[in-house]
């Protein structure tokens, strides 16, 4: 408690960026950046390094510069036009309320937990219907899936539909279970940092579905099959839902 404390202080120090209308929409675009970097290296470094391609899931995709300015002018665009005055809408219908006690560990990892299994219910269900149902797919959800060998950069390669959707589900579980303001942050950043790891391409050593036991957590192996075959693996990051609806594939 003491430490998350001194954290949670360390943070308000800077209220006043906190409170801006600017803060969630750079806050996103910065996250979402920084955990794509290192991703980024890789892919430039992958058709030279067999240290690296032997990681990545696709061996025998490439990706170029000019898809992954695509992805990202996309997303940029995505940001300035829709995220940024939806936050500002946001900001001035729910100002930040400043707290000045931090919340305890359980309460964060319980806050955390809820927060990514809601998503991944909501996410599920979601994608499902935008497969199923042909008018979906052509009409919103077909542009994230021009890419069938997924790289960092592909996470927000979506349109405005999507890209706000579940965008809306994100911002909204945190409200819906009543998270302290940091546990809200803390599930944003690790909400992104899955994302992106879904669509990285590489099998890692230390990824997140390699730690989780039991097949639990599907990873980006999981999720870039579903890019592959199009009516697989839904679920975002756990497999549960894929399994009890008998969509889960594993080839």
Same mark, same amino acid.
């Given at each position: ?7 949670w202080?360390?943070?308000?120090q800077?209220?006043?960026?906190l ?7 750079l806050? =996103? ?5 920084s955990?794509?970097l ?9 058709s ?13 995709t490439? #990706?170029?510069? =000019?898809m %992954?300015w695509?992805?990202l002018?996309? =997303? $940029? ?6 995220i940024? @005055?939806?936050?500002? $809408? ?5 100002? #930040? !309320?400043? #707290?000045v ?9 319980? &806050?955390?937990?809820?927060?990514? $299994?809601l998503f991944?219910?909501? *996410?599920? #269900?979601? /994608?499902?219907?935008h497969?199923?149902v ?9 542009v994230?899936h021009?890419?069938t060998s ?7 390669? =979506? &349109?405005?539909?999507e ?11 945190? %409200? !819906?279970?009543?998270?302290? @303001? %940091?546990?809200e942050?803390?599930f ?7 994302? !992106? ?9 230390w990824a997140?579905?390699?730690?989780? @036991?039991?097949?639990?957590y &599907?990873g980006? @192996?999981?999720?870039?099959?579903? /890019?592959?075959?199009f009516k697989?693996n *839904?679920?975002?990051?756990?497999t549960?839902?894929?399994?009890l609806f008998?969509?889960? /594939?594993?080839?």
């Open positions: 408690m003491f430490q998350l404390q001194n954290i202080d360390s943070i308000r800077h209220e006043t960026l409170r801006s209308p600017f803060f969630p929409a806050f =996103s675009l910065t996250v979402y950046l955990f794509c290192p991703f980024v290296v890789l892919d430039l470094l992958s030279r390094v067999a240290l690296v391609r032997r990681y990545k899931i696709q061996q025998k490439n #990706v170029t510069l =000019s %992954m695509n992805c002018a996309l =997303s $940029l665009y995505n940001h300035a036009v829709y940024f @005055p939806l936050s500002v $809408l946001h900001w001035y219908w729910r100002p #930040v !309320v400043s #707290v006690e931090a919340p305890g560990v359980l309460e964060v990892i319980w &806050g955390l937990a809820s927060c990514l $299994l991944d219910f909501q *996410y599920f #269900v979601w /994608h499902l219907l497969h199923k042909p008018w979906l797919y052509r009409t919103f959800h077909k994230h021009k890419h997924t790289f960092a950069l592909t996470t927000e390669y =979506s &349109g405005a539909w890209t706000l959707s579940l965008g809306l589900f994100a911002a909204m579980n945190p %409200m !819906v279970l009543g998270c302290h @303001p %940091m546990t942050m803390l944003h950043i690790l909400n992104m940092w899955l994302s !992106v790891e879904d669509h990285c391409g590489y099998n890692l050593p997140t579905h390699r730690l989780v @036991p039991f097949g639990l &599907g980006a @192996p999981h999720h870039d099959l579903h /890019h592959q075959k697989a *839904y679920a975002p990051y756990f549960h839902w894929d399994k008998g969509t889960l /594939h594993d080839e």
